[in-house]
């Protein structure tokens, strides 16, 4: 049975697939594929998570009691460090291994990450027998649904002196190959220019 690429699963589940192409998908699904259904299954809930995120809003009272006990504080907006913080939102390699699975490393890993405005969401495949890795991912702004982080400078390092740029499409997506080395770093500017800088170490659980 011939499986389509992890990439055509994601358009697909962000329904920017073309309608033909769509219903072929649709069709290799409908026959039973387990691994491209658990693909489709994982960007599924990587989504949820994005459109869940979005439309949070914490507490009132929270927000309160967290501004009350900054009042008195020194800390300003000018006293921040010099990188953002980029958080969390989604890791496959968090996720617990399915059953009758040996080992969780696939050559691949999917993440999520929110650094404010932005939301970057990005996976990683191992090329070339694992001498290579391929980093596709795409921002979105946060302030404007509807808009996308296009034209956005990416770095990636492998953090042992190899770095390349590239530079998000229109959709705000971006796709890099670099020399493997077992870490990875991402770097793109955030609000004000400020860097974002995502460092993963083991970043394929080799």
Sequence with gaps: MNHFPVGEWIDFVRQVVHSVRKEKMKEHLEQGCKSCSKIVSLWQRVRQIAETERNYRPPGDATRIAKASLAGSNLTLDQKRPDSLAELLFDSFLQPVLE????????????????????????IESQAGGRSIVVTGQLLDLRHA?????????????????????????????????ESSGNLELKFHGANHMPVVISLRDDLGA
């Design 100 to 123: 009758g699975v040996r080992s969780s490393s696939v050559g691949t890993r999917q993440m999520l990450y929110r650094a404010d405005p932005f939301q970057i969401d990005f996976l």
């Design 146 to 178: 509807e808009i996308v982080g296009h034209n956005l400078q990416v770095t990636l390092s492998n953090l042992r002196g190899h770095v390349v740029q590239t530079t998000t499409n229109q959709f705000g997506e971006f796709c890099q190959e670099i």
